[in-house]
């Protein structure tokens, strides 16, 4: 993009600064995008810091202008370029964003991969090479960035800009997003709903992955055995026949690798296909006096909290005791923290959409132990928020907490199935290569097609099921790695 070098008198507001800028002094800095106010460019006159470097671009200036605050807004808005990098893994967080046009990355590496000591080019080579694309952001005014000062850590994940970005800066770090939450519970709501939004998004994708699982493993699992019953036919033949071919044909099979791989593939599959997001940890100081003036339920054992079905309009608070969200008989996740809350994503959506409609719940969430537990109906969130926004405070950062676990959980399901997928998909001694061999073999012997004829045929239907999955393999892993399309080839 162009810049151009400006004296102080021909400084508008609305331009944006192409380098940083520093005085002397060190008591005034403006960092590289930042959008130059009236109040900005008194303050480089009074340092008398000239001249200045700014971005001299039709597209920046349309930018600025269609998201125009007005130039006595008191949040700083800052042009990020497409390609560019608005915060890295493990950068102290200290502001939250607010996206006024454009479309953002967020780019998650697992933590072992990242030593807190490096240097900010060691840690974007690492970023770049091992980042993992986990999520976008793209409608105007989401908020993002407050995992970090929410839980009191560094940034969690990298933010990259994927076209030309123009954000809102709110000053932020732990304790400032803290009061600013309580102090304006209506924004503190919308954090927890953008939350909440987020969790979605990770939840339908590890569901989506699931899924991919589900489809291979009927393949895994039966392949083996019509592979073995090919190869007692042939042996059985051969010793009928003595035929060389035949016997030729049963060598080749009996020398496959296949035997050895297949079970841990049926292994890796059960693990994958078994994945849920668990329950984040609660906070070691949990403040009761948040839910003063709640009801307080005391149930038994068993007790069925709510039923698969019912509108997703009630948050759970658990007190004391043990809970379960559960698919048919199996518990997916256990709760047995104070504090920890159940039910708050759908809650929170239902809340956040447009006419305020609850979706009906999937699951189901049952008592272990004897609960007692605080129920919040979301339907009235806003007065909640209003009368209680340490509660919203609350959820927030339980939100928060598990969102940081999925994240990696998330990461770790990506890997894993990148590895299951291409072992069986890819290379001669790939599941479809064995496949594809064994069809070879059968074909080129008449008197095998004729007694292997049913055998022959489960095996094509599995090749075209493992052929058909090419576009949701790609789908899903390309949309996770960043700067190129996947090309399992």
Not at 85 to 112: A, F, N, Q, T
Not at 220 to 228: A, C, M, N, R, T
Request: charged residues 25%.
């Amino acid at each position: 993009m162009k810049k151009k070098n400006l004296h102080n008198e021909a400084l508008k507001p609305g331009m944006v600064l192409g380098s940083p800028v520093y005085a002397d002094n060190g008591n005034f800095e403006l960092s590289l995008g930042t959008v130059l106010t009236s109040e900005f460019i008194v303050r480089l006159q009074g340092f008398g810091i000239s001249p200045i470097r700014v971005f001299d671009d039709p597209e920046v200036t349309a930018i600025i202008k269609d998201a125009d605050l007005g130039d006595d807004s008191k949040l700083v808005r800052k042009f990020i370029p497409s390609g560019k990098y608005l915060y890295l893994h493990g950068d102290i967080g200290e502001k939250v964003y607010l996206l006024l046009s454009g479309e953002l990355d967020m780019i998650y590496v697992h933590p072992d991969k990242l030593p807190t000591k490096l240097y900010t080019w060691e840690k974007l080579r690492i970023i770049m090479a091992k980042g993992r694309r986990i999520s976008s952001i793209i409608k105007p005014n989401s908020v993002f960035g407050e995992l970090g000062p929410l839980l009191s850590k560094p940034r969690l994940v990298s933010v990259k800009a994927t076209e030309n970005c123009l954000v809102a800066l709110i000053p932020a770090d732990t304790t400032e997003l803290h009061q600013t939450m309580l102090l304006y519970p209506g924004f503190g709501l919308s954090v927890a709903i953008g939350l909440a939004r987020q969790m979605q998004d990770r939840i339908r994708k590890i569901s989506k992955y699931n899924t991919l699982i589900q489809r291979l493993e009927p393949v895994v699992k039966e392949f083996p055995l019509i592979y073995l019953t090919i190869a007692e036919k042939l042996k059985n033949r051969v010793i009928q026949t003595k035929s060389e071919n035949l016997e030729l044909l049963h060598e080749q099979m009996k020398h496959s690798s296949l035997y050895s791989r297949t079970s841990r593939f049926q292994k890796e599959g059960t693990v994958l296909r078994d994945f849920f997001p668990h329950s984040a940890p609660s906070f070691k100081r949990f403040n009761h006096e948040i839910f003063k003036g709640f009801e307080i339920k005391d149930v038994p054992e068993g007790s069925v909290i709510c039923e698969p079905g019912s509108p997703a309009n009630k948050i759970y608070v658990l007190r004391s005791g043990a809970v379960g969200i559960y698919q048919d008989r199996k518990a997916l996740i256990k709760y047995r923290r104070k504090g920890d809350t159940l039910g708050t994503v759908s809650a929170l959506l239902g809340y956040g959409s447009k006419n305020k409609t609850f979706e009906k719940r999937k699951l189901k969430i049952k008592t272990i132990t004897r609960c007692r537990y605080i129920e919040i109906d979301a339907r009235y969130m806003k007065d909640s928020a209003s009368e209680n926004p340490d509660l919203i405070l609350h959820i927030s950062r339980g939100l928060a907490d598990r969102l940081a676990n999925t994240n990696s959980e998330l990461l770790e399901s990506l890997t894993n199935i990148e590895k299951f997928v291409g072992r069986l998909r890819y290379g001669d001694s790939s599941m479809l290569g064995e496949i594809g061999t064994t069809l070879d073999l059968c074909h080129g012997d008449p008197l095998t097609q004729e007694f292997c004829k049913d055998e022959i045929e489960t095996l094509e239907r599995m090749r075209e099921t493992l052929e058909t999955i090419e576009v949701n393999i790609e789908e899903i892993l390309s949309s996770t790695h960043m700067g190129a399309t996947y090309y399992p080839h």
